[in-house]
């Protein structure tokens, strides 16, 4: 092992907690885990175990809780420790070194979503000005990607999906949930002049293929 990767060998660490350290690294490299994986482990676990005053067998999550506030991260780098504490105490468990589990879910930092970014008009006018000399199918897709329609939405829309009258597509998405797109008076004439110039008309698919 030593060969390869580093083990543990500070004299501040516990004895027993060493050996159990040290048969984590073996299991990991049994599982043909990565050097950088594996050294990953072998920094955050020593920090640990060389700065926390518990042994092993007396630690409890407040004091887990404890060790991460004292040492300052960045919300990446505390997702990154909690899942390495996170496999090392689970296999500390399943060996019967401890009894309890250690690290608890609500301490891993929360990930904002990040908010759609839609195109304003100059943007969805020279996207359309590029794509003018295109099919008519494709400029009629161009328009539904503009409006932030997912593919798998486009390709199932039907025919009979498009009310005219109201500007509007129903679209499934997710969970099979219909929603009503609004369009605008230029992709309302792109879809009549696709629907009447099509090669196959008895399909009841919007978009059937490349060529129609």
């Known amino acids: 092992m030593k060969d390869q990767y580093r083990a543990f060998e500070s004299e501040i660490i516990d004895s027993q907690d060493k050996k159990i350290a040290n048969e984590y690294l073996s299991y990991l490299m049994m599982l043909d885990r990565s050097p950088v994986t594996v050294n990953k482990h072998w920094r955050v676990l020593d920090k640990l175990l060389t700065t926390c005053p518990v042994v092993l067998s007396e630690l409890t ?62 943007e969805q006018a020279r996207i359309r000005l590029q794509v003018e000399k295109e099919s008519v199918r494709d400029r009629i897709l161009m328009e539904f990607m503009i409006l932030g329609c997912r593919c798998s939405e486009v390709s199932a829309i039907n025919v009979e999906d498009v009310d005219f009258n109201n500007r509007t597509v129903y679209v499934e998405g997710k969970e099979r949930i219909r929603r009503g797109v609004h369009i605008s ?6 879809i009549k002049d696709y629907l009447e110039n099509r090669l196959a008309q008895s399909k009841s698919a919007l978009f059937l293929n490349g060529r129609g």
């Open 185 to 190: 008076e230029y992709c309302v004439l792109l």
């Open 61 to 122: 999550t407040d004091d887990v809780d404890l060790w991460l506030r004292s040492n300052e991260m960045t919300p990446a780098s505390l997702e990154a420790t909690l899942t390495v504490l996170s496999g090392f105490f689970k296999f500390c468990m399943e060996e019967g070194h401890i009894n309890r589990v250690l690290v608890k879910d609500r301490w891993r930092p929360r990930r904002h979503k990040s908010m759609p970014k839609y195109l304003d008009r100059a």
